[in-house]
């Protein structure tokens, strides 16, 4: 028998690589793993419809896994549906990110998943506290995010984004301060999205990680404006690769704002254009002290430490 079953919804790139550190980091703790990873449904036109076939899926993953010591659900989502307890890792609740007639069977089921949980995993101090009801036990475990090589010994990438769910990132409001901020010859990259060139933004559709991380190295400004930001690995990536973070002040967990503010409060503004300016035409500050909590050794001895121990009754 394994020690961790984990249940892996990987709806998103983030969500798939969030999974396999987690899964690595209890390996290097002694934990044997298996990995349970739904099988992706067919695409529907709703959020509330798109939950439910994840949290299908979910199911039927968990249900064919042989079991183990101790289950973990990654994304409320997987655990909706589950055919049986565990502990329950999360960016945000849907109570948090779907509003509306977006979370309009979510909402009430995850009051009851959370409630008997035993043992909730956020992502975030701040994905905790959009769990406005009585739960279970907490234990925060972040995603790691450590730097990806050495920096460029020159920054020649003005700016870079990531454009993907274009609406959700803003990504209109970006293009829109962009136009206004930029200077001769500097060039906004969108990362993750396919769009018609304009003068000075060029779109690079998907890349590969290493190339994408590449491009953060030569970057000397990353620029965010989310309507709501639910965690912000592709945010904690720059800061690690030594981008400027220029974002907006937007709703959610963001991980990245308080460290943002804490660096320079003046590139975290709604007014994004002379943030950009400014992100630009100075050096970025060291943010390597800040996100230390994010670092890969710091997680692992969470996980060593504390969730091991909790999880396993060890």
């Not at 896994?65 to 849907?94: E, K, N, Q, W």
């Not at 396919?194 to 970057?219: C, I, K, N, T």
Request: a neutral charge.
């Amino acid at each position: 028998m394994h020690d961790i079953l984990l249940v892996s919804l990987g709806g998103t790139a983030g969500l798939r690589e969030a999974d396999a550190g987690l899964a690595a980091s209890l390996r290097r703790a002694g934990a044997t793993v298996e990995v349970a990873a739904a099988e992706p449904p067919p695409e529907v036109r709703t959020l509330a419809l798109t939950d439910l076939v994840w949290a299908r899926a979910a199911r039927q993953a968990a249900s064919r896994a042989p079991v183990a010591r101790a289950t973990i659900y990654s994304s409320v989502t997987a655990a909706l549906l589950a055919p049986r307890l565990g502990a329950i890792r999360f960016d945000a609740p849907a109570a948090g990110n779907r509003p509306g007639r977006h979370g309009v069977w979510q909402r009430g089921r995850e009051r009851r998943v959370l409630r008997d949980a035993p043992l909730l995993m956020p992502w975030s101090a701040g994905g905790l506290a959009e769990v406005a009801w009585p739960h279970g036990p907490a234990l925060i475990v972040p995603v790691a995010v450590e730097a990806s090589g050495a920096p460029a010994e020159v920054r020649d990438v003005a700016a870079i984004t990531y454009g993907a769910n274009p609406e959700k990132k803003g990504l209109d409001r970006v293009l829109e301060a962009w136009r206004e901020a930029r200077g001769p010859g500097e060039e906004l990259l969108v990362a993750g999205l396919e769009g018609a060139a304009e003068p000075g933004v060029r779109y690079l559709g998907g890349l590969p990680r290493d190339a994408y991380r590449a491009l953060l190295r030569r970057a000397r400004v990353f620029v965010s404006a989310p309507r709501r930001e639910d965690y912000g690995i592709a945010q904690l990536e720059a800061l690690a690769d030594g981008c400027a973070l220029v974002t907006t002040p937007s709703p959610g967990p963001y991980a990245a704002l308080p460290l943002a503010r804490a660096l320079d409060p003046q590139l975290v503004t709604d007014d994004l254009a002379p943030a950009i300016r400014r992100g630009l035409d100075r050096p970025a500050a060291d943010a390597a002290a800040l996100l230390g909590p994010w670092r890969e050794a710091a997680v692992d001895r969470v996980i060593r430490e504390e969730l091991l121990p909790r999880l396993l009754g060890a």
